[in-house]
């Protein structure tokens, strides 16, 4: 087999890699602050792929640009979500979270399929077709678009925890609860603002993954899936965590389909999962606690 | 003036008002001869849904044609198996309880056994539309008629074609890459390919083969694999959607095969077509099909086309048709709708006016229509052509396929 194909293969899964790792970024941020695990974390993505698919149909505008108002919705369901539903639960045992947002992703699944139906739905961009080629580097246009667009995501969102006064005090919410309220800060809407955020970053995924793979209700559960798998390699709660996570396992299931059979690919990620979890069960970027 | 009725004149009244209702339930009973009970049942929700609505067009257009045929109407009674073999059961249960005198179904081999193993209990005759599995009428059944091509059938038919294709255009590919959706109806096809094949002396060697997730998001590493193979043409058992994936990672990875030679679904369907325009140009499905020279075929076609103009007739409208022709056939020549009356003339069926491709609808004493044929068909322009068997074309196949850079 001709070495380039490992080249290809390997650009191929670190742009995808980029993409999942905005998704994945949402589920630590959430996680990391307000400490509950977002079991609809994938049927999220799934909403934000509908509301892509249903702009574009109208606006016909590019999910790159259709990225920023769907997050802005994503947001805004977040910060609804948490406020209405999962506040009450916060101090509740984990199970009761689960099967909370195990229920809600259920909801979510069931309303896409009896509005959109279970067959799988897609947008066609100007550059749907495009790759560039650079000697014998061939790689899509749509997965370069919409990694490139994942990095700036992601960097305004690290700029934000780093830079804002808002930022500053989610962070300080995540790094001693008692010690935030104390200092006067509105905690319950601090994490209302973080799960917004989680949601925006998903919502910003939804909308450029729409550009590269096609929408069913049912890959909803597939993608809340690979989340965990990916923050959980990268390290539950750690931003960077998560984005070389999502390289990692976007690389990995590349490389395993190339050296191994496609079909098994997914194979791979869970291997490299396991592995992280016997030598390093923190996970790589993660914290170990006590 | 007023007439008077004597006594003898109002006993004759009398008499013929009598015999006039002690007659009339023999004319209900020709009433209902007149019209027979079909229970037609289809995957028209669930995951095979589309499929199922798409066989169900064709249901809606059929006994316009019968009429014109100078054959019975059917009075049809339609049933959703929601893609479920348990709901299949228990919804031909429920059809024959409701006065169905014969069942057409089921699209899906696995629903279709579970249909046949109730028709056959029950005593009702059921013919097949569409279902590959070769077990269904190696059961021994009385009241089972499949009209459609087993699985080796296809196969078989699928080789027999592509040496026809390769020699009419002049181009025979020497290497070859085999993908196929790693499903069960992916893997039968992928063990028989090797087992048929070597019957075969093809031009092209397999260099490497393929199975892929059949719920894959995407395929570009699949393609990549493939194209790295340097294998000169993709032969295919897919599925619609990873069609359209593969399409899309052909033209994104700038790879254009000689040809592409499909042996399912998903290439040659409207969905498709419409979606890629003229991206889809090119690919050659060998599948069940139609004879577009046959005088019925002529007719469906321009029915299909009258009431379902942006839709091309497809092997699902061709079999399900097909399937409600021999019904009513049968019924005209039973003159009755008496089960085993039914049965045997379905047995004895020989119908050379069809629409399907080979020598017409007769069935084997397994209740299999074995002289079915299968075609090429190949995408061009929107609209699907036959291009083998040469008896049964209306065009020649162009290969190579332009490649999709200079499209």
């Known amino acids: ?290 | 003036m007023t007439q008077r009725i004597n006594r003898r004149q109002f006993n004759k009244a009398l008499a013929a008002a009598g015999a006039a209702t002690a007659l009339n339930p023999f004319s209900i009973v020709r009433a209902q001869a007149a019209k027979l009970k079909v229970g037609v049942l289809l995957p028209r929700s669930g995951v095979q849904a589309g499929i199922g609505q798409d066989c169900h067009r064709v249901v809606q257009i059929t006994n316009g044609i019968l009429g014109d045929l100078g054959l019975p109407g059917l009075d049809i009674l339609n049933g959703d198996t929601e893609s479920n073999v348990d709901v299949a059961r228990s919804r031909a249960e429920r059809l024959i309880s409701e006065g169905a005198q014969l069942l057409v179904g089921a699209f899906d081999s696995g629903q279709t056994t579970a249909i046949a193993q109730v028709a056959e209990q029950r005593g009702i005759p059921l013919v097949i539309n569409i279902a590959a599995a070769p077990p269904i009428t190696e059961q021994g059944y009385k009241f089972v008629f499949r009209n459609f091509p087993t699985a080796p059938m296809i196969l078989g038919d699928a080789f027999a074609n592509q040496l026809e294709v390769f020699a009419a255009s002049g181009v025979a590919p020497k290497t070859a890459v085999f993908m196929h959706v790693n499903d069960t109806f992916g893997v039968a096809m992928q063990k028989g390919f090797t087992g048929v094949m070597s019957k075969f002396t093809m031009p092209y060697k397999v260099v490497d083969t393929i199975a892929y997730d059949p719920a894959a998001r995407d395929l570009s590493v699949e393609v990549a694999k493939a194209k790295a193979s340097g294998a000169e043409a993709l032969v295919l058992v897919s599925r619609l959607n990873d069609a359209m994936l593969l399409t899309r990672e052909l033209v994104k990875q700038r790879w254009s095969p000689q040809a592409i030679l499909s042996m399912g679904p998903g290439w040659y369907e409207d969905q498709y077509l419409k979606t890629l325009g003229k991206l889809a140009d090119g690919p050659i499905s060998f599948v069940p099909w139609y004879d577009p020279n046959k005088k019925l075929a002529r007719r469906l076609e321009a029915a299909h086309a009258k009431a379902y103009p942006d839709i091309n007739l497809n092997t699902n409208h061709i079999y399900t048709f097909e399937a409600l022709l021999v019904a009513a056939d049968a019924f005209k020549r039973a003159g009755s709708a008496d089960p085993k009356a039914l049965a045997d003339a379905i047995r004895a069926t020989d119908i050379k006016d069809n629409v399907s491709t080979g020598p017409g609808i007769q069935f084997n004493a397994k209740g299999q229509n074995d002289k079915l044929k299968n075609s090429a068909i190949q995408n061009r322009g929107g609209k699907l052509v036959v291009v083998a068997p040469k008896a049964a074309s209306n065009a020649r196949p162009e290969l190579p396929i332009k490649p999709y850079d200079k499209r």
């Open chain 1, 1 to 290: 087999m001709p070495a380039e194909i490992y080249l290809n293969v390997a650009a191929s899964g670190l742009l995808t890699g980029l993409v999942y790792g905005l998704m994945a970024l949402g589920l630590s941020v959430i996680f990391g602050v307000v400490r509950v695990v977002n079991f609809a974390h994938g049927e999220m993505m799934t909403v934000a792929m509908y509301l892509t698919l249903v702009l574009f149909g109208a606006l016909q505008l590019d999910p790159l640009v259709l990225l920023v108002p769907i997050a802005a919705v994503l947001f805004v369901f977040g910060y609804l979500l948490q406020r209405a539903l999962i506040n009450p639960f916060i101090n509740r045992p984990e199970h009761s979270q689960f099967m909370l947002l195990v229920a809600v992703a259920l909801i979510l699944v069931n309303l896409q399929l009896l509005v959109f139906g279970p067959d799988a739905k897609g947008i066609r961009t100007p550059y749907s077709f495009d790759s560039f080629q650079l000697g014998p580097l061939v790689v899509d246009a749509s997965k370069v678009y919409a990694a490139g667009a994942a990095l700036v995501v992601a960097a305004a969102l690290f700029a934000f925890f780093r830079y804002t006064l808002i930022g500053k005090a989610i962070r300080a919410c995540a790094d001693n609860y008692e010690g935030a309220r104390v200092v006067g800060l509105d905690v319950k809407r601090l994490y209302a603002l973080t799960f917004g955020l989680g949601a925006a970053c998903v919502g910003a995924a939804g909308a450029m993954l729409m550009a590269v793979i096609d929408v069913t209700p049912a890959i909803g559960p597939a993608y809340t899936l690979l989340a965990f798998v990916i923050v959980i390699t990268g390290g539950l709660g750690s931003m960077p965590g998560a984005l070389l996570g999502g390289l990692l396992i976007g690389v990995t299931e590349a490389l395993g389909g190339v050296l191994f059979t496609p079909s098994a690919k997914s194979m791979f990620a869970f291997g490299l999962l396991v592995l992280v979890l016997l030598f390093r069960p923190q996970g790589i970027l993660g914290r170990k606690t006590a």
